[in-house]
């Protein structure tokens, strides 16, 4: 057997200098910061949540409930850089609105789903036994109904307008990230550390949350950028169908639903400034969705 | 075989149980008063509870949940609140319509991506793999309505390629119709089908086997198209599987948009109705639509892989 004097540094013990002592996430944040594409699409999602903030505070874009009947419909310029809606109002101030209540779909609805699918995921992964098979049991029931016609059901019975769409959001969209959790709560529960918790005297409520869940959270992270998009793309595609924000809030989904009559009218302008908006935010998260993947899970990318 | 479909058949049944007790919920615990729905703004108190007698709606739950057993059992969902039709009659007559958009659109949309999928792996890490890609990113950051509104005005509208919208019940003359959505239909899927396929074949092309083909000399592109292609038919399977309820289903929009009698447009105009009893018997037919394919996926795997033997 070879020996290892202990004065020496023992072989693990030789890292540079610069690799000691950094966690999962430095390392990750080390590795975003060197990803150009990870950058620029975080600095657009920045600047996207500064626009909301400053319009939900009334600092710009606050004429976007200014109705004037006499400049309905006005094609894009100076004075109105979008244009005007049916009611005068400007295109890109209710656009740069728009944004608040993507956002706060995107969120709030998918913050909610995080949450719901965390916890039941790891009841189900930590626990095992009858817990386990009730909750299986139960993703399997609402993931066997098609997504869409699960979202259309429920805002069908509990109503729309925002509130109710981040609701339905949250209570649709839980189901892949609870089946990712449980199986994570699954390989986490029986290490060591978790083992030497137990032998502290840690409850099994602290194991979960205090032990185990730091342990798995880069996901949380990761399906969270994720269910961000789908949420946006929820609103809009519940505003065609009359089940979106209530009339007058302004969201990029009724403005691309009004499009559908403002077209025949040769009025493209709407569907123009709620698309590029909408564009420029859900593709950030995407990238910016791929990176995070990259950053938190190395193993994926050297593959 | 039979053995294990036979148990398969077993294990859906909670599942089942499952998705009949959350349509219930859904409809009649937390949806509120369907008599006050379906009576419309001006009823008085009388027309509503003569409504809620009506629809059985006064029983206790737990019959009103039996009855819903019974409907399912019998196939029959009752009738639509705003047309009167049959609801079984209203899906099986728009199960021929949405088939004919949905399945050709489908089978191009498939046929088409694969082969760029594979273009994408042979030449990966390319510029035209890289521009590809960011393509399809980019596809997938727009709405659907976006397409369905953009094709319907410059295709149809201004270029006059199309017809705008409309539907014609016979066989032969429905495919001026269909164009339009097809193409649109194909367009929505580009994007997630390509990146999807690229990441399968990508996935594949470090195994093993494809050195050692390598080693023997054969062509790169012969190795792409014969042996990772057919090593990739699991999750090809597996997603293609997944998609034939929607077929079936129909699309929402795209049906809603340019007039198809479908199953699609059918739950768009019964959510404009608030046409309760549609969208439950929709929820319910697609979750059995689900899980039915989803047995048929399994069954597919053992016909394709020789590797998994169904027990």
Redesign the interface.
Known sequence: MKEISLSSPLPWQEKSSEQKGRSLWQDALHRLAKDKVAMVSFVVIVFYLILAALSKLGIIFSNFDLVNNEIAYQSPSWEHWLGTDLFGRDVLARAAHGTVTSLTVGFAGTGLSMVIGTVLGALAGYFGGKMDEAIV??Y???D???Y???V???S???GSGLNTICLVIGLTFWVNHCRVMRAEFMKHRDREYVQSAVSLGASHLRRIFIHILPNVSHLVLINFSLGVVTAI?SE??LS????GVEPGVPSW?MM??D??LE??RQV?WG?AGA?GF???L??SL??FNDALRDALDPKLKN? | MFKYIFRRTIYMVPILFGVTLLTFTLFHVVGGDPAVLAAGKHATPEQIELIRQSLGLNRPLYVQYFQFLHQIFTLDFGRSWSSRQNIWTMFTQGVGPSLSLTLPAFLIAEVLTISLALLLARWRDSLFDRVTKITCLAMLSLSSLVYILWGQYVLAYKWDIFPISGWDPSWAGRWEFLGLPIVIFVLLSLGSNILFFRTVFLDEIYHDYVRTARAKGLNESGILFKHVLRNAMIPIITRVVQEMPFLILGSLLLESFFGIPGIGGLVVLAIQNADFPVIKAMTFLSAVLYMIFQLISDVLYAVVDPKIQLR
């Open positions: 049991w139960f399997t029931t609402i066997t109904v098609p869409i016609l699960l259309i059901a429920f069908m019975v509990i793309m809009v595609m065609y169908l009359g089940l989904g691309i639903s499009a559908k077209l025949s493209w569907l698309t909408m564009f420029f859900v593709l995407i990238l593959k």
